[in-house]
Nanobody
Framework: QVQLVESGGGLVQAGGSLRLSCAAS????????MGWFRQAPEKEREFVAI????????SYADSVKGRFTISRDNTKNAVHLQMNTLKPEDTAVYYC?????????????????WGQGTQVTVSS
C-alpha cells in the first residue's frame, strides 16, 4: 500500500503561482509513475500531468502545457507540480496519483493509489 498526501493548495490571483507537493509513504520502494489530476466543480476529473519513475519523461494536458511543470525527488518520496500563470479555469481540487506502470498515462484507471486532494482556487 502507498499513502499519498497533497499539500500546497490555496487561493491565488490570476497570473500567480502555486507549488503543489505530494508526499508518498508506505511501499515506496516500488517504482511508480506519478500523475496529477484535477476536478473542477460539476466536472469530470481530468488528467493534468505525469512523470515516470526516473523523472526523465513527462507529459502534460494541452491546457497546462508551458505553464505547469511536474517534478519528483525520489530521495524524499515526493512529487511536485509547479503551476505558473494561473487562470480562473485552473480552479479545482488537485489529486496526486501513483501507478505501478512504467508510465501510467492519462487514464484514471491506470492509477492504483490516490491522495485526498488539495483545493486550488484562482480568482479573476
Amino acid at each position: 500500500q502507498v499513502q499519498l498526501v497533497e499539500s500546497g493548495g490555496g487561493l491565488v490571483q490570476a497570473g500567480g503561482s502555486l507549488r503543489l507537493s505530494c508526499a508518498a509513504s508506505g511501499r515506496t520502494s516500488n517504482r511508480y509513475s506519478m500523475g496529477w489530476f484535477r476536478q473542477a466543480p460539476e466536472k469530470e476529473r481530468e488528467f493534468v500531468a505525469i512523470i515516470d519513475w526516473s523523472g526523465s519523461v513527462t507529459s502534460y494536458a494541452d491546457s497546462v502545457k508551458g505553464r505547469f511543470t511536474i517534478s519528483r525527488d525520489n530521495t524524499k518520496n515526493a512529487v511536485h507540480l509547479q503551476m505558473n500563470t494561473l487562470k480562473p479555469e485552473d480552479t479545482a481540487v488537485y489529486y496526486c496519483a501513483a501507478s505501478t506502470r512504467v508510465f501510467g498515462g492519462r487514464q484514471e484507471t491506470a492509477y492504483d493509489y490516490w491522495g485526498q486532494g488539495t483545493q486550488v482556487t484562482v480568482s479573476s
